[in-house]
Structures are given as structure tokens and as C-alpha cells.
């Protein structure tokens, strides 16, 4: 009889070690299972997340674009063609393609130029070649001291007019005088104002928007405050005495060294 139990006892235990190691997987082939089915973008992300600082921004997240003022740019020319006062230029440089402006200048496909860039403009639009460019580089070509019509708009205020100039002020509330916008901009800051004046300059297609300047008779030019600049969408002609509308900004700086202590900008134009 005792030898009868001990062979029962002998069996039952292995019976259980057998049902032990049928369901118990070894440790290391666990540890290799997750290391392969673990996405390896996740496991990326979590590392990433837990070495940056708090607050930093997310890695990859685009990086905002600097401005180039200063820079030089050497390329050689792919493509070119003029429109509308400029040269556009398709640039092969060392750093990728990259497209420019500068004012019109005979320029060879396949010339190797040297460009000053004055400024960079992200999603320019063209409306005389209904293109716009993800970003180009606006400035000239070393040695010929010349800006794109763009920087010479944005750097000097409208030509001397010799005619004299009286236009009577809008009716509103709302209406000012040039030179009342120049007195009362910090007060008109981010404020509607209605202008109304004589077109004395007018540059389409610039950094997506038309520019404008007005001259009503009112300010001086030894003060500067005789002239106001605005940007639309809509069209306008020299010489035309056109009611605009907009919004007043102080101290807009467009880059380049390229400020206004004050503008009308979202101008809506009408005669």
C-alpha cells in the first residue's frame, strides 16, 4: 500500500510540472515579442518627450523662417524672365533652389550671380503672372547698388508732386485728414478710419497687396505728415481722387529695416 501512494504522489507532481512550463512562456521570449511588436515611431516619441525641457516645443514642430536682410546668395541661373519691372531668377545654390526679384536686368540662363538680399517674403503673390511663391528673396545683384522696385516702394514715400493738391475731407465720423491720422495715430491705433485724397504712387503685387499713397493737401512735407501709405486689394491710378477705408497700425516694421510709424492697411477703395 505505501508503495502504491508514492507512485501517486510521484505522478500527480509531474503532472503539474508539465502544466507549468506549458503555460508559463519564458521571460526573454516575452522581452523579444514586445521589442518587436512595439511601434518604433511610439517608442521614439516617448523617449523624444521625456528628454526635452518643460515647454519646449515639440521636436520637428516647422521652424518659424528668419529674414535673410544681409545675406549674399550665390547661384547659378536656371531659369529667368521679366514681368512687370522685375527679373524673377530660379537660383541652383549650394543650399537648394531658390527663387529671387531683383529690378529688371539682362541676366543669362546658366550666369553665375552674386545677390544682396534685402528681404524675404513668404507666399508672395504675383498678380501679373497669377503665381504666388512659397518664398522669395528680394534684393540685387552685387555691384549694381540697384533695389527691386518692392524695396524702393517700401523705402521711399511718393514722389515730389509740384501740383498743389486740395481734396476735402470724407463725411463721418470716421473721416481724417492725412495729416489727422498722422497727428492722432497712437490714439487711431488698430481704429477705423475713412481718407480720402489724391493717388500720387500706386505698386501692385507686392508681397500679395497693392500699395498706394495719398496726398490731400493737409501736413507739410518738411513734417512728413502729408502723405499716408495704404495697402488693398483693390486697384487705383495715379492721379485718381479715390475715399479709402481701413484700419490704422503704428510702427509697422515689414523687415529690411523697412518701418512706418503709421499706415492704413485692409484699405478698401472707392471713388
Known sequence: MKQIILLLAFT??????KQKSEVAPPAANDQASATITQPPALATTATTTAS??????PMGAAATSGKSIGAK????????FDAAGYTYLRLNTDTGEKW?????????????????VQMTAEKFESKTLKRTFDRI???????????????????????????????????????KSVAEVWAAKDS???????VRGKVVKFLGGIMGKNWLHLRDGSGSGDKGDNDITVTTND??????????????HVDKDFGAGY???VIIEEGKVSK
Not at 534684393?139 to 476735402?168: C, N, R, W, Y
Not at 487705383?236 to 479709402?244: E, F, Q
Open 12 to 17: 500527480l507532481a509531474l503532472f503539474a510540472c
Open 52 to 57: 526635452l525641457p518643460p515647454g519646449h516645443p
Open 73 to 80: 546668395v550665390i547661384g547659378t541661373v536656371a531659369e529667368t
Open 100 to 116: 529671387a526679384a531683383i529690378r529688371q536686368t539682362p541676366v543669362q540662363k546658366g550666369q553665375t550671380v552674386t545677390m544682396d
Open 137 to 175: 528673396l528680394f534684393g540685387s545683384l552685387e555691384g549694381s547698388g540697384a533695389p527691386t522696385p518692392a524695396m524702393q516702394h517700401m523705402s521711399a514715400s511718393a514722389a515730389d508732386d509740384k501740383t498743389p493738391i486740395k481734396v476735402a475731407k470724407a463725411e463721418g465720423s470716421d473721416a
Open 188 to 194: 487711431l491705433k488698430d481704429g477705423k478710419v475713412v
Open 235 to 248: 486697384v487705383a491710378t495715379v492721379g485718381d481722387v479715390v475715399t479709402v477705408s481701413g484700419v490704422v
Open 259 to 261: 518701418r512706418y510709424p
